[in-house]
């Protein structure tokens, strides 16, 4: 069946870099975008980027321009999600998400990854 | 960014009761606007697409309408499971963004 699974917590400190890993299975990775989204604790969801596994092009939310990047190795069928210069209000559970199809629809989703920043 | 906005942000209601919660779009969207159930420590559920589609595998209680700026989800008949929190989601523009979140607990 179709299934993302994401690596484990992360605790970083303030201004270092998380890397957040996704592999898909049960489908064509390269045949549908990728989405992360976040969710901070008692906030709500937060769209961050996707990115195209096909092409590797990406599109970023304005609040994580310069900060993150996205990519992917189609020969493991995984995407990442790479944040830099992590702050306090950065610790949040972060999902990757298969689009429908179309690019613009989060449709099945990962069971998230706790990243903690914490001096 | 297009901005979402949700009312109410929560509510109180019963079984059976039949829910309404709208989503507001700060320009007009058309029909691209999703729905998804969150709940506690699970990862969000595609419910409604483009508006008033139903996702397969979703209740019929559960549905969509609006176009241009305002949105409605609707629960017919809310059953117990169905006590988590709904955010709405556009996707007209090439950068998404989630409405703030309607949270339904038992009254």
């Known amino acids: 069946q179709v299934q993302l699974v994401q690596s484990g917590t992360e605790v970083k400190k303030p201004g270092a870099s998380v890397k957040v890993s996704c592999k898909a299975s049960g489908y064509t990775f390269t045949g549908y975008y990728i989405h992360w989204v976040r969710q901070a604790p008692g906030q709500g969801l937060e769209w961050m980027g996707r990115?195209?596994?096909?092409?590797?092009?990406?599109n970023f939310a304005q609040n994580f321009q310069g900060r993150v990047t996205m990519t992917r190795d189609t020969s493991i069928s995984t995407a990442y999600m790479e944040l830099s210069r992590l702050r306090s209000d950065d610790t949040a559970v972060y999902y990757c998400a298969r689009d429908v199809g179309s690019g613009w629809i989060p449709e099945l989703w990962g069971r998230g990854t706790l990243v903690t920043v914490s001096s | 960014d297009i901005q979402m906005t949700q009312s109410p942000s929560s509510l109180s209601a019963s079984v059976g009761d039949r829910v309404t919660i709208t989503c507001r779009a700060s320009q007009s969207i058309a029909s691209y606007l999703n729905w998804y159930q969150r709940k506690p420590g699970k990862a969000p559920n595609l419910l409604i697409y483009a508006a008033s589609s139903l996702q397969s595998g979703v209740p019929s209680r559960f549905s969509g309408s609006g176009s241009g700026t305002d949105f409605t989800l609707t629960i017919s008949s809310l059953q117990p499971e169905d006590f988590a929190t709904y955010y709405c989601?556009?996707?007209?523009?090439?950068?998404?963004?989630f409405g703030p979140g309607t949270k339904v607990d038992i009254k």
């Open positions: 990115i195209n596994p096909n092409s590797g092009g990406a």
């Open positions: 989601q556009q996707s007209y523009s090439t950068l998404l963004t």
